[in-house]
């Protein structure tokens, strides 16, 4: 039996909440994820294996109600269903430019001609299924088509499609980061069923601060595909890991935030050079140039 309890809030309370659940009970195996939802509220699921509703609610309302929280909780038993065979059986194969993500079911009906990425559905996002993942394979596989890059990072890898399919076109060292330990623990399995183990290294890291992050930069390509309140946040720190001439590709953004995301990396002078839609969610291109620009003088 699997109970799922939900908090809603602010993104704010909603990190915090995550946060505790996950130093809680993360080593008891309990899956916690931060989810964006509408209106400006956030939601943070957290699946137990063990233990009855009743509880796991009592639990979790005394451990949160130590901390100050007033987030609203539900909770509810979820059916005894093998939900990876599930997913399996409905995930058909994705193309996006070159590539295309598949399950290990659909091997063996590959058309050829294709860089493959083979991923399983399962506990981290980005299976390549999501129009976010999926465009961004596009537009990566337009920018590897006009250059060669050396130094990529992929920041929020998920289930590491687009940290497998850098190694597979580019042959050179990739680092994958996520803030979130079981779609670590997810990217590495699917980066070595993709026999690019000695390219990907894949860590946990919250945001850009760990050293490992900051022991590589400049990056000449960085990909971060996940969401708009976060990229905004890290611009100031993410846009200074960007080397002169560089390209940044942003997604995982709805229409409504597109302008806001913009704005906050053009005050770190970076240049929007394109925007993808792809089934409604944005993919966002920037560059830095390799000199900054300078405001006109007098009589110019």
Same mark, same amino acid.
């Given at each position: 039996?699997?109970?799922?309890?939900?908090?809603?809030?602010?993104?704010?309370?909603?990190?915090?909440?995550?946060?505790?659940?996950?130093?809680?009970? %993360?080593?008891?195996?309990?899956?916690?994820?931060?989810?964006?939802?509408?209106?400006?509220?956030?939601?943070?699921?957290?699946?137990?294996?063990?233990?009855?509703?009743?509880?796991?609610?009592?639990?979790?309302?005394?451990?949160? %109600?130590?901390?100050?929280?007033?987030?609203?909780?539900?909770?509810?038993?979820?059916?005894?269903?093998?939900?990876?065979?599930?997913?399996?059986?409905?995930?058909?194969?994705?193309?996006?430019?070159?590539?295309?993500?598949?399950?290990?079911?659909?091997?063996?009906?590959?058309?050829? %001609?294709?860089?493959?990425?083979?991923?399983?559905?399962?506990?981290?996002?980005?299976?390549?299924?999501?129009?976010?993942?999926?465009? *961004?394979?596009?537009?990566?596989?337009?920018?590897?088509?006009?250059?060669?890059?050396?130094?990529?990072?992929?920041?929020?890898?998920?289930?590491?499609?687009?940290?497998?399919?850098?190694?597979?076109?580019?042959?050179?060292?990739?680092?994958?980061?996520?803030?979130?330990?079981?779609?670590?623990?997810?990217?590495?399995?699917?980066?070595?069923?993709?026999?690019?183990?000695?390219?990907?290294? *894949?860590?946990?890291?919250?945001?850009?601060?760990?050293?490992?992050?900051?022991?590589?930069?400049?990056?000449?390509?960085?990909?971060?595909?996940?969401?708009?309140?976060?990229? *905004?946040?890290?611009?100031?720190?993410?846009?200074?890991?960007?080397?002169?001439? %560089?390209?940044?590709?942003?997604?995982?953004?709805?229409?409504?935030?597109?302008?806001?995301?913009?704005?906050?990396?053009?005050?770190?002078?970076?240049?929007?050079?394109?925007?993808?839609?792809?089934?409604?969610?944005?993919?966002?291109?920037?560059?830095?140039?390799?000199?900054?620009?300078?405001?006109?003088? *007098?009589?110019?």
């Amino acid at each position: 039996m699997t109970v799922k309890a939900t908090f809603t809030a602010a993104f704010t309370e909603a990190q915090r909440i995550s946060e505790l659940l996950e130093r809680d009970y %993360g080593e008891a195996g309990v899956a916690v994820s931060l989810d964006e939802r509408t209106g400006g509220e956030w939601a943070v699921d957290a699946y137990f294996e063990e233990g009855e509703a009743g509880e796991i609610a009592a639990m979790l309302r005394d451990r949160l %109600g130590a901390e100050g929280f007033g987030a609203p909780l539900s909770v509810e038993v979820l059916p005894q269903t093998n939900w990876v065979e599930v997913g399996l059986q409905s995930l058909a194969p994705v193309t996006a430019g070159r590539f295309i993500v598949h399950g290990s079911h659909a091997r063996s009906t590959l058309p050829a %001609g294709r860089i493959t990425i083979e991923i399983d559905a399962g506990e981290a996002f980005g299976t390549g299924h999501h129009a976010t993942t999926a465009g *961004c394979l596009a537009v990566l596989d337009r920018l590897m088509r006009a250059r060669r890059f050396t130094n990529p990072l992929d920041l929020g890898t998920g289930a590491g499609v687009l940290a497998i399919a850098l190694a597979k076109v580019l042959h050179r060292r990739v680092l994958a980061t996520d803030i979130d330990p079981v779609a670590v623990r997810v990217a590495n399995q699917n980066i070595a069923a993709n026999d690019v183990g000695n390219l990907v290294r *894949c860590i946990a890291a919250p945001g850009v601060r760990h050293q490992s992050i900051r022991l590589r930069a400049p990056y000449d390509l960085i990909v971060a595909n996940i969401l708009a309140e976060p990229l *905004c946040r890290l611009a100031p720190e993410l846009a200074p890991l960007l080397a002169k001439g %560089g390209a940044l590709v942003l997604s995982g953004l709805l229409p409504e935030q597109r302008e806001r995301v913009v704005a906050a990396y053009r005050m770190q002078n970076l240049s929007l050079e394109r925007a993808v839609v792809r089934e409604g969610w944005s993919v966002l291109v920037f560059h830095r140039p390799q000199r900054l620009r300078r405001p006109p003088t *007098c009589g110019a």
